[in-house]
């Protein structure tokens, strides 16, 4: 079992529509968790990080976090051709001395 | 704010040459640097840990004598990839941390490297 797991897509959305975005995660002891997107050909960028359970909104997007269950989501709200790209879900823990593990990434495109 | 910066973004070099990437935080002070690299459709694969002042911890399989970090400063870690072949083209790419397990990481625009 990989450490941080995310369904590989591609997800397709309309535009307009929202999408739904899943991460699980084994490390009980993780604390901090991020979203980055990664367009083709380029490096990745921060979108959200979340450090407690529940919701975190940020303009069109909201990153939710369920420690119990052992997942984090990210939904983008009102999806626009612009977020067509691969988005990573990271995890860090107090057990890997400030390292990130990335999930494979999920691949989104928003159709017009 | 958060800025990283790599140099060179893109190179092409030839078989048993070296290459030298630079990756600078440019308005804050990075504790912490982290080197990844990256294959066509394949996720990000850490290839070290660098501190400020202190050896680089290297992930398991990644050749420290053929990848060579350093991290200089504050704002300053490079990875020099030593007698290239044309098995390390690769998107190599950096981020920085301030360090600390909940603090984010920024990334880099990323050096894309051939090995003709």
């Known amino acids: 079992q990989k450490e941080v797991e995310q369904n590989s897509g591609p997800l397709s959305v309309p535009e307009g529509a929202i999408a739904s975005l899943n991460c699980t995660y084994s490390?009980?002891?993780?604390?901090?968790f991020f979203w980055y997107r990664q367009y083709s050909g380029k490096s990745p960028e921060l979108i959200m990080f979340?450090?407690?359970?529940g919701d975190k909104e940020d303009g069109r997007f909201t990153a939710q976090l369920n420690k119990a269950s052992q997942y984090v989501s990210l939904l983008i709200r009102d999806s626009q051709p612009s977020d067509s790209a691969t988005y990573l879900c990271?995890?860090?823990?107090?057990?890997?001395?400030?390292?990130?593990?990335f999930g494979d990434g999920t691949t989104l495109t928003v159709k017009p | 704010g958060a800025v990283v910066s790599q140099h060179p973004s893109r190179v092409i070099c030839k078989s048993g040459t070296s290459v030298k990437i630079e990756c600078r935080s440019l308005?804050?002070?990075?504790?912490?640097m982290f080197w990844y690299r990256q294959f066509p459709k394949q996720s990000l694969m850490l290839m070290a840990t660098?501190?400020?002042?202190?050896?680089?911890?290297?992930e398991q399989g990644v050749e420290k004598d053929k990848f060579l970090i350093n991290h200089a400063s504050l704002t300053l870690s490079t990875l020099t990839v030593t007698s290239a072949h044309p098995e390390d083209s690769s998107f190599y790419i950096c981020?920085?941390?301030?360090?600390?397990?909940?603090?984010?990481?920024?990334f880099g625009p990323g050096t894309r490297l051939t090995v003709t």
């Open positions: 981020s920085a941390s301030f360090s600390g397990v909940d603090y984010e990481q920024y």
């Open positions: 490390d009980r002891g993780s604390q901090s």
């Open positions: 979340i450090y407690s359970n």
């Open positions: 990271a995890v860090n823990s107090n057990t890997n001395a400030g390292k990130s593990t």
């Open positions: 308005d804050f002070q990075a504790t912490t």
């Open positions: 660098s501190n400020e002042g202190s050896k680089a911890t290297y």
